[in-house]
């Protein structure tokens, strides 16, 4: 294990251990980095502690510097791009399949996917950035790119909503998106009762008219960000697609997931455990018929940790789960300000809700402030509700930077520590202006 400081804290994500698996074995295999990348790269360190992913710094930094130089090529980068989508049909494909190494092999092949765009993010950013403040001032600057974190081309959220309002059938509808819902392996589904409840608090004249217009202004400030930048107008197109893709990619594992829920369920039944026990074990294990007993399944359940240690993937439960869990441990104590990146401007006031995953749902009430490590799309409904949001997370491409400028709401993104800090009920102020939020009461 690497020392502390060598770790890059990074987001909180609840996967059950197979998937949890998959992901490691997709990062540590470096064939699968080779057509995003012009020189050999994988992932053999990480931490998965308290649902927490930690990166070694090492390796992100490597990573990053090598898809900012490989993607300046624009036809590796094109390539890329059909490379990535191909393997999302591949993945999408085999779920509803029955052979579980076929969905493992594809699902490995896919996650490069999973991390181009986070180690790219930044570059580009300040690539951007950079040129832009060569043209005009860096106020203007910054504002244009927070203009341009939205995507043109439209993730799934965003499909789903313009093709609920245009629908002429609404069961098809709910078919065609019935796993929208559905994250990190769980069988919930979209329904009809949720589309005919959405489509009620639509005005569809009013919706159509902000759509469009929302488009029409986006290619405005795209085609003048490229007259701007000139030779490096390619860049726009780089950063358009990073943001578009950020949550594109997690949907698709997603979607996969939930598709392959049958496949699952028929072999937990063959190895005499449950669906979720299932969950709980290793790709490895299944692969090699090697079912932990119900007693380790059920160990996990209440604590695991997962490893990457030189690629060999390794779960940890008990007091050796404890002793890495203690390990990244931090203590905050009075603390009434906290400070991140600004993702879209604002003010409000309100009650805060900490979100970490569904099961905080049944708390949040219109006007409070969402709290979470990082928004997802199911969180989507509490979000049109809410008076800002306010993230641990960050990255000028994550979901709850998009989602706010799309629902122009005030949003703090990357305090690191506001899920920790913020408890239920705390009266607090979000300046997203200034990029503060303060404890009231």
């Known amino acids: 294990m690497l020392e502390r400081q060598e770790y890059l804290k990074t987001v909180r994500r609840n996967y059950p251990p197979l998937f ?45 510097k090598l898809i900012f130089e490989s993607w300046q090529d624009m036809d590796f980068f094109e390539l890329s791009k059909k490379e990535i989508r191909r393997r999302e049909e591949n993945l999408i494909k085999v779920a509803k399949g029955n052979s579980f190494e ?64 245009t629908c002429s059938d609404l069961e098809d509808h709910v078919r065609k998106y019935n796993w929208i819902r559905a994250r990190y392996g769980s069988e919930k589904e979209y329904t009809l009762e949720e589309a005919r409840n959405s489509l009620k608090k639509i005005d569809k004249e009013v919706f159509l008219k902000e759509y469009n217009d929302s488009k029409e202004k986006l290619k405005n400030k795209i085609e003048h960000t490229k007259e701007l930048l000139g030779e490096k107008a390619y860049l726009v197109d780089i950063f358009q697609y990073i943001i578009y893709y950020r949550t594109q990619r997690t949907d698709i ?48 359940m209440v604590d695991c940790t997962k490893s990457l240690e030189d690629g060999k993937y390794s779960m940890k439960i ?66 049109k509700d809410a008076a800002a949001f306010v993230t641990d997370e960050g990255g000028i491409t994550c979901h709850a930077a998009i989602i706010s400028r799309e629902l122009k709401k005030p949003c703090i993104i990357g305090t690191k520590i506001a899920t920790q800090v913020l408890k239920d009920g705390d009266l607090v102020e979000v300046d997203a202006d200034k990029g503060v939020v303060r404890i009231i009461k």
């Open 20 to 64: 949890v698996s998959l992901i490691f074995r997709g990062y540590a295999n470096e064939e699968h980095f080779r057509a995003f990348m012009k020189k050999p790269f994988s992932i053999r360190e990480m931490i998965v502690a308290d649902n927490v992913w930690y990166y070694s710094k090492e390796e992100v930094s490597i990573g990053s």
């Open 253 to 300: 594992m997603n979607k996969s997931a939930f598709l392959a829920v049958p496949m699952f369920k028929s072999m937990a039944k063959s190895y005499d455990i449950s669906y979720e026990e299932f969950l709980y074990c290793s790709e490895g294990e299944i692969i090699d018929d090697e079912i932990p007993s119900k007693e380790i399944l059920n160990s996990r």
């Open 318 to 383: 008990g007091e050796d789960s404890k002793k890495i869990i203690d390990f990244f441990k931090e203590e905050f104590l009075d603390i009434v300000e906290l400070r991140g990146d600004i993702a879209n401007k604002g003010n409000a006031k309100g009650v805060v809700r900490i979100i970490l995953d569904k099961n905080d749902f049944y708390k949040f009430q219109k006007g409070d402030v969402l709290a979470a490590s990082m928004t997802t799309i199911d969180m989507i409904p509490l979000m």
């Open 102 to 165: 076929k969905y493992a092999q594809c699902y490995g092949e896919y996650i490069p996917a999973l991390i181009l765009v986070f180690l790219i993010e930044d570059s580009i950013k300040e690539e951007l950035r950079k040129l832009l403040t060569l043209k005009i001032d860096s106020k203007e600057a910054d504002d244009l790119l927070l203009e341009l974190n939205v995507p043109l081309q439209n993730n799934f959220y965003k499909q789903e909503e313009y093709d609920l309002v």
